[in-house]
């Protein structure tokens, strides 16, 4: 994180947003390591301890501290809705230049019902990149405010991603019983999570 004082900061204070900040005034503030902070322009609150370069500058140890606020198998379950209406959107495109491109547009019908199992191909293709990539979430997940992390609440990358996307297979085996064991894990932990050593997480503060 850049040390200048042009850099400018929200601060919560008593429960509200404040700011910008810029440095010089952050460090007349006194602030705790426990107070939440974010650079403007950031989506998501910080405790000033879990910020690396800034608790640096204001005297604070840094400390890395696992995630505490876990999205509701409810939001899951709608990023997945909003997933697989993307990857259909997706397989339509295909079929909208397939179409294009035939004029036994009747006889190709049962083709086309046959390239609906692309939706979820296109649809674990994309958590995958999405999930291992620097927004750690896919396009669903990204709509409702929540993102994939490890176990520490870091970056899961490209390996994980794919384990856990894998790992749903299992809860589709199960009829669904992968799925639903995260009602009962604190974390909100299903099956798959649990292979991959994932949390799926949400903002603290908006």
Do not use: W
């Amino acid at each position: 994180m850049a040390n200048s004082s042009a850099d400018r900061y929200e601060v919560v204070i008593q429960g509200k947003p404040q700011g910008p900040f810029t440095l010089d005034e952050l460090q007349g503030m006194n602030l705790q390591p426990t107070d939440f902070v974010k650079p403007v322009g950031h989506p998501e609150f910080k405790e000033l301890r879990e910020i690396a370069g800034l608790s640096t500058l204001l005297n604070v140890k840094h400390e890395i501290t696992p995630p505490q606020y876990f999205a509701s198998l409810d939001m899951r379950l709608l990023s997945t809705a909003i997933d697989y209406f993307v990857a259909f959107c997706m397989y339509a495109v295909l079929v909208a230049v397939y179409l294009g491109g035939t004029t036994d547009v009747q006889g190709s019908t049962p083709t086309l019902l046959v390239g609906l199992v692309f939706v979820p191909v296109f649809k674990f293709i994309l958590c995958v990149i999405a999930e291992g990539s620097k927004k750690h979430a896919s396009i669903g997940k990204m709509l409702i405010g929540v993102k994939v992390t490890d176990e520490q609440g870091r970056p899961i990358g490209y390996g994980k991603a794919f384990l856990r996307n894998i790992g749903k297979l299992i809860g589709v085996l199960t009829l669904g019983i992968g799925f639903f064991t995260g009602f009962f894990d604190r974390r909100q932990q299903c099956l798959h999570d649990k292979i991959a050593g994932t949390l799926v997480v949400k903002d603290r503060l908006v």
